[in-house]
């Protein structure tokens, strides 16, 4: 069974033939081998005939006073946790370390998120649960670095870290992948494995423990991203939501995907899977900004996410041991495929400038030069 899976075995070590087997006892045979044929050797691909536009408000469209007071409320009553999608590292933008510790003139991508939930904690006379994701290949770095920089005045029992869950790589022939220390090739799952993470590290139950009742999370690459948003946030409270999103207006061939009606059930076509030009019929761009009720969080993480293919050229041992860097098979859970298990969903539109700013690159568009102009424009440096 296992040089079927892995063709290279018998050319191993006794001990790390051993340490192989120990490894490959874990795997979910049967999920890998589904994954495989259904997402790469028989993938479905969108049909658009059945997507649609998603119904969405404008803050001109929402009275403001009345969702900030309700927010402000939740807050208050210490209803309201922030959580914080953070398991990458910086290596775009060259940057030796979690993307989360990339610093514009000396304050990094987390104290700058941090500083707004602590402002957030001083309104409400409340404090605030921080919940952050991290992976295998940055958890202990990013704990070291909140412990070196004092956990930027949070009490550390008030900040909680869990692991993103991993998934194997595969050859295109479906074959099981070696690392140079000759382990079994695994990566991240993507962020739709947030869900069911929540629920094994036993975060979802501490969040129930301490009341919390409304989740707002986000990505650590939004430079200007309005963390606890009271607007956001009141009408996700004020109207009884169990999800709240909130969107932009994409610009044309925009790396983002489309917060849609898919077979009539919201959901996000993500941009690696729109025919081309399909995207610019669609005007609510999906920035990774949503507002999550506790009973919708516990209700999906019980639900069996789908994987999505992702190709990307990574270090491996070929069949003769070499290692070399090929194309290979990453699969992918996306958060937004819980959406269609939503009863009440709502998508706030609002303008890019102050709420969105992706660092992704090292230079060019969504890039540390236009990130830190973006700062710099909303006086955050």
């Known amino acids: 069974m296992t040089t079927k899976w892995i063709p290279q075995f018998e050319l191993l070590e006794e001990s790390y033939q051993r340490k192989v087997e120990e490894q490959f006892k874990t795997l979910p045979l049967d999920e890998i081998k589904e994954t495989y044929h259904q997402v790469y050797v028989n993938p479905k691909s969108v049909d658009m005939a059945k997507v649609e536009e998603v119904p969405f408000v404008t803050r001109d469209e929402v009275d403001i006073d009345k969702v900030s007071d309700a927010a402000k409320e939740a807050m208050k009553n210490g209803e309201v946790a922030a959580l914080l999608m953070a398991g990458g590292q910086g290596t775009r933008l060259e940057h030796p370390g979690p993307k989360g510790t990339f610093s514009f003139e000396g304050k990094s991508l987390f104290e700058m998120q941090a500083d707004q939930i602590k402002a957030a904690e001083a309104a409400a006379g409340q404090p605030v649960h921080w919940y952050i994701m991290t992976s295998d290949i940055n958890h202990t770095e990013t704990l070291e670095f909140f412990s070196r920089h004092g956990h930027f005045g949070f009490e550390p029992g008030n900040i909680h870290f869990f692991r993103q869950e991993h998934f194997p790589t595969l050859s295109k022939d479906g074959e099981l992948l070696l690392t140079d220390d000759k382990d079994i090739m695994l990566t991240p799952n993507g962020n739709g494995g947030i869900f069911s993470a929540l629920k094994a590290s036993g975060m979802l139950e501490d969040m129930e423990s301490r009341g919390i009742r409304h989740v707002f999370m986000n990505n650590v690459d939004n430079a200007v991203v309005k963390v606890l948003d009271p607007v956001l946030l009141g009408i ?129 568009k969504d890039s540390i030069e236009t990130a830190y102009n973006d700062l710099k424009d909303e006086g955050i440096i």
């Open 236 to 364: 996700h409270v004020s109207e009884n939501n169990e999800v709240t999103s909130k969107s932009i207006l994409p610009k044309p061939g925009e790396s983002v995907g489309r917060l849609s009606l898919v077979n009539g059930e919201k959901s996000v076509v993500e941009y690696t899977e729109l025919p081309e030009g399909a995207g610019e019929e669609f005007k609510n761009g999906n920035i990774g900004i949503h507002v999550f009720g506790m009973d919708y969080l516990n209700k999906v993480a019980e639900e069996k996410m789908p994987y999505h293919l992702a190709l990307k050229k990574l270090e491996h041992l070929n069949k003769k041991l070499l290692v070399v860097k090929d194309e290979v098979l990453k699969f992918e859970k996306f958060y937004f495929d819980a959406f269609r298990h939503t009863d009440k969903h709502m998508t706030l539109q609002v303008d890019r400038k102050g709420e969105f700013s992706p660092l992704k690159n090292k230079t060019g």
